[in-house]
């Protein structure tokens, strides 16, 4: 049998993380303390730790690792996130290898994929080019710091429609989700800014989130990643009384 492809995280709700691509290029301040960029260009620099498809020249540049479509993904029932050390909706990953990428996935249908990006715009055009059937476990989100950007990105991930997610994180503002958004998301993720630099979350921030999604109207499942309580980071804080890990639920 082949090698797993599958790698650790310490993402809180995932199981783990393919990285069929690496790197990215900033588009908004939520990236400004990238954690993924800050890896690449320290730890992963050195050429012990180096993966032989991280340049060792930029390392943090987009990179398509063709090899692990000859990979294998083991189990069933897990959580998966796909290429979170980048985008794997940047304009530099070719429609040719997602789709290749899609084609790997369709083969072992018996986990749930997650999918995120800053780029709502471009997986809704690349959605659009491709005849592949998406999958009932594939979830498509994207990540917003502000109102700002989920203004900006919200349009294009329900016009992909499929399993749509957001990831509030890192938060930097108060945010508000427009009423027909909550009727169709399925999940969303919140949480503080974490390591060196990081910026402050007002933690009424998280609570007015958590009451969007949890109105009378909808009912929307919430994953509280971490939140700023009296400086201090806190994961997977109690909020109202309890710890909000949420999961939506899946249906294959």
């Known amino acids: 049998m082949s090698k797993s492809i599958v790698v650790k995280t310490g993402i809180e709700y995932l199981d783990g993380v393919i990285n069929y691509t690496h790197g990215c290029t900033a588009i908004s301040p939520g990236c400004d303390n990238c954690w993924a960029k800050k890896c690449a260009e320290t730890r992963l620099r050195s050429t012990e730790k180096r993966p032989t498809d991280y340049p060792a020249d930029d390392p943090f540049r987009v990179v398509e ?53 800053k780029r709502a715009g471009q997986m809704e055009a690349v959605l659009g080019t491709l005849l592949r059937p998406v999958y009932r476990n594939w979830h498509f989100g994207v990540t917003a710091e502000n109102q700002t950007f989920l203004d900006l990105r919200l349009p294009g991930l329900l016009e992909v429609g499929h399993n749509p997610w957001l990831s509030l994180e890192p938060l930097l503002g108060p945010i508000v989700i427009p ?72 249906t294959r």
């Open 65 to 117: 690792c063709w090899d692990k479509l000859d990979g294998h993904i083991p189990g069933s029932g897990k959580r998966i996130g796909i290429s979170f050390m980048g985008d794997f909706f940047h304009p530099d990953v070719s429609v040719l290898f997602i789709e290749a990428v899609f084609g790997m996935l369709a083969k072992y249908p018996d986990n749930d994929y997650y999918f995120l990006t």
């Open 179 to 250: 009423p027909e958004a909550l009727k169709r998301l399925q999940w969303v993720v919140v949480g503080a800014e974490s390591g060196p630099g990081r910026r402050p979350c007002d933690v009424e921030w998280i609570v007015n989130l958590l009451y969007q999604c949890r109105s009378q109207r909808v009912e929307i499942p919430v994953f509280i990643k971490q939140a700023d309580i009296d400086g201090t980071l806190v994961k997977l804080p109690l909020i109202d009384g309890r710890v909000w890990d949420q999961y939506p639920e899946v």
